[in-house]
């Protein structure tokens, strides 16, 4: 895969998993290139409002460029969590947000948002330069298979989405008001070490009814964390005209054709691991009464053009294969302290 080239070598990102986790330590080197503001020598501080998935991988990838990263979750236990891998976590209720964290906010340079709008943050005093807000590829709605980009009227269908949609509008108007940089990322599929088709298919667990309804999908845009995390970086040392990017690999492809992808990258890898029985997946592929539904097929031109991401995992292919080369043995996955 051909990547950016840098004039040095960027420190590599080790991402801490579960001690259950089949995989080894993640390591990847964001390529992007580099200023002489770069991401690495900013000496930001960035404060992440819900450090799920994501939000850990983009962590991970500031700390070891030398900023001060803190961040939020919504108990005691993932608090308890990502202080083990070294951050400041606070505990936050976004309808009601305590003054002290706000203040802690306010006083950082960048602020990564992964939750809905938080009352009492329309404040102009502080820190604050850069705002991003990760919404979703959801907002456009059903499409019918056609292409969709940032311009295409958006249409959300479900109330998630159009919380998604109401969450955007008050981030980017906070973002005016502040008279700073304010960015809405629209993320498709998120996946990643740990969170992809490779591990829904060695867990082997019958599928919940959501799973079943997105399974039935026609297309489905998906992106691999590590391109999210250097989307977010190109847009730090870049200020856009735009304020929303698809974030989004080049091929939407079917779910199930992922599933069958994963399934064979499994099967070559770990030969006599699954179960000698029609996987979930296959099973509902041959449903005679699955409903194929038409979906969107969304565009990441804008991203590429205007932050100047090259995609490390342009495809499913390349994501999944790079997964399952920095896997182990899969049945370590139940042995707690692997």
């Not at 009492?120 to 292409?147: E, H, N």
Request: net charge positive; charged share 25%.
């Amino acid at each position: 895969m051909e990547l950016c080239r840098l004039p040095r070598q960027l420190p590599a990102i080790n991402l801490r998993y579960r001690q259950n986790s089949p995989f080894r330590p993640f390591q990847v080197r964001c390529n992007l290139l580099q200023t002489t503001e770069s991401v690495e020598s900013a000496n930001g501080q960035m404060f992440i409002l819900g450090m799920g998935f994501v939000g850990q991988f983009f962590a991970a990838d500031l700390k070891s460029k030398g900023w001060v990263v803190n961040g939020s979750c919504t108990s005691v236990e993932k608090k308890t969590k990502l202080e083990e891998m070294g951050y400041h976590a606070y505990i936050f209720d976004a309808k009601d947000p305590q003054t002290e964290i706000l203040d802690i906010m306010k006083n950082h340079t960048h602020l990564l948002v992964s939750i809905p709008p938080v009352k009492g943050l329309g404040d102009p005093d502080g820190k604050l330069q850069w705002l991003t807000y990760l919404s979703s590829t959801s907002v456009y709605g059903d499409r019918g298979g056609a292409w969709v980009d940032e311009d295409y009227p958006v249409s959300p269908t479900s109330e998630p989405a159009r919380a998604r949609l109401t969450a955007e509008e008050e981030w980017l108007c906070l973002g005016h008001d502040l008279g700073i940089a304010a960015q809405i990322f629209r993320l498709g599929g998120i996946y990643g070490p740990g969170r992809s088709a490779i591990d829904t298919i060695i867990k082997q667990e019958p599928l919940s009814k959501g799973q079943k309804m997105r399974l039935s999908k026609q297309y489905t845009s998906r992106v691999h964390v590590a391109d999210i995390c250097q989307a977010l970086n190109a847009s730090i040392l870049k200020r856009s005209q735009w304020e929303i990017y698809n974030i989004v690999d080049d091929d939407p492809a079917p779910r199930m054709e992922v599933f069958m992808c994963a399934q064979n990258l499994v099967e070559q890898k770990f030969p006599g691991h699954l179960k000698q029985h029609i996987s979930p997946e296959r099973e509902e592929s041959l449903n005679p009464n699955k409903v194929s539904r038409g979906e969107k097929r969304v565009s990441n031109a804008r991203m590429k053009k205007e932050l100047g991401v090259k995609l490390f995992h342009p495809t499913y292919r390349s994501g999944l294969q790079s997964i399952i080369d920095r896997m182990d043995n899969p049945c370590l996955q139940n042995s707690p302290g692997s």
